[in-house]
C-alpha cells in the first residue's frame, strides 16, 4: 500500500499563486502514475494534472493549462503542483492520486490506486 500526504493549500486572494506538494510513500517511486485532482462541494472529482513516472511528459485539464505546472523529485519522492493566476473557480479540495507501477499519463480518477487525504484550497475574489 502507498500512502500519500498532500500540503501547500490555504487561502489566497485571486491572481495569486500555491504550490501544493504531494510525498508518497514507497521505494519505487519512478515507477508510480501520479495525478492531481480536485473536487468542489456538490461536484464530482476532476482531473487537473498528470506526470508519467519519468516525469518527461505531462498532461493538464483544459481549464488549468497555462496556468498550472505539475512537477515530480522522484529523490524526494514528492510530485507537485504549482499553481499561478488562481481564479475563485479553483477552489475546491485537491487530491493527489498514485498509479503503481505505471509510467504512462491517467486522467481518470478510477484509474488511480491510492488517495491522500486532500488539502484545501480557496480562493477569495
Known amino acids: 500500500q502507498v500512502q500519500l500526504i498532500e500540503s501547500g493549500g490555504g487561502l489566497v486572494q485571486a491572481g495569486g499563486s500555491l504550490r501544493l506538494s504531494c510525498a508518497a510513500s514507497?521505494?519505487?517511486?519512478?515507477?508510480?502514475?501520479m495525478g492531481w485532482f480536485r473536487q468542489a462541494p456538490g461536484k464530482e472529482r476532476e482531473f487537473v494534472a498528470t506526470?508519467?513516472?519519468?516525469?518527461?511528459?505531462?498532461d493538464y485539464a483544459n481549464s488549468v493549462k497555462g496556468r498550472f505546472t505539475i512537477s515530480r523529485d522522484n529523490a524526494k519522492n514528492t510530485v507537485y503542483l504549482q499553481m499561478n493566476g488562481l481564479n475563485p473557480a479553483d477552489t475546491a479540495v485537491y487530491y493527489c492520486g498514485v498509479k503503481i507501477y505505471y509510467h504512462g499519463l491517467l486522467n481518470s480518477p478510477g484509474q488511480y490506486d491510492y488517495w491522500g487525504q486532500g488539502t484545501q484550497v480557496t480562493v477569495s475574489s
Open positions: 506526470i508519467s513516472g519519468s516525469g518527461y511528459t505531462t
Open positions: 514507497g521505494r519505487t517511486f519512478s515507477s508510480y502514475g
